[in-house]
């Protein structure tokens, strides 16, 4: 009602959510009403949301709702842009190196990735802040509400690799995303036939292209405007 009561202000043309949006919630909520009203009047083209990984292991350590919970939530997204005749997107930010995230899972979301097509320009990287459950699992290796021992990767070297992986596509990550390839024993995944992430040693310059639209941005995702790839750490959780 508080975003109703905006829209009618005088003066007041647009009111835009950028991000925040609890994706989860929006699927628990059997009345479409709001997610309309978002599409229809909140969004300037494209939204931000925060699944942050797509392995269920880790999503779990994130507090997170299981990855099937936003592949139904982009397909919604989706569906409802196109029933309103608006051509919006998604920018999801994803996290590596979180408390749970071995080699396999930062795998796993490159291949993700690939599969959507999706080149994300900026990655957020797992910075321990106090006073988080994900910060008393880096320091103790323990999930405090399970009392079970958690992965946590913390070496320069091991963070740097998964976040490579988030970025394979980018020729300064190459050496990185080979290596990260070798420890986990994916070597399939080195190639130049369509699916592999990166090019064997004796092709440098020649790494497969993703998959999907090839886009910086997925289909439904986030607005396709160049910018220079980046990557940033993240202090959230």
Request: with cysteine.
């Amino acid at each position: 009602s508080l975003l109703r009561e905006l829209r009618v202000l005088p003066n007041v043309k647009k009111v835009f959510i950028r991000s925040g949006i609890r994706f989860d919630y929006l699927m628990a909520d059997k009345d479409d009403t709001f997610f309309r009203e978002l599409c229809k009047y909140h969004v300037s083209g494209q939204l931000k949301v925060a699944p942050e990984h797509i392995s269920d292991k880790v999503l779990m350590k994130l507090g997170k709702p299981e990855n099937a919970v936003f592949q139904a939530f982009c397909k919604k997204y989706k569906r409802i842009n196109e029933e309103l005749g608006l051509k919006q997107y998604m920018v999801p930010y994803l996290m590596s190196s979180h408390p749970g995230s071995t080699l396999k899972e930062a795998v796993e979301l490159a291949e993700y990735l690939r599969d959507l097509g999706y080149m994300p320009e900026q990655v957020q990287d797992f910075y321990p802040t106090p006073g988080t459950l994900s910060t008393a699992m880096y320091y103790t290796g323990i999930d405090p509400r399970t009392k079970e021992k958690v992965y946590v990767p913390k070496t320069p070297h091991e963070k740097a690799m998964q976040r490579a992986l988030l970025q394979y596509y980018l020729p300064q990550n190459r050496q990185l995303v080979l290596s990260a390839l070798k420890q986990a024993g994916r070597q399939d995944l080195i190639g130049t036939k369509p699916g592999c992430l990166v090019a064997p040693e004796q092709h440098a310059g020649n790494s497969p292209k993703p998959s999907g639209n090839g886009q910086r941005h997925p289909k439904g995702g986030a607005s396709p405007r160049n910018r220079k790839p980046s990557s940033k750490k993240s202090r959230r959780h």
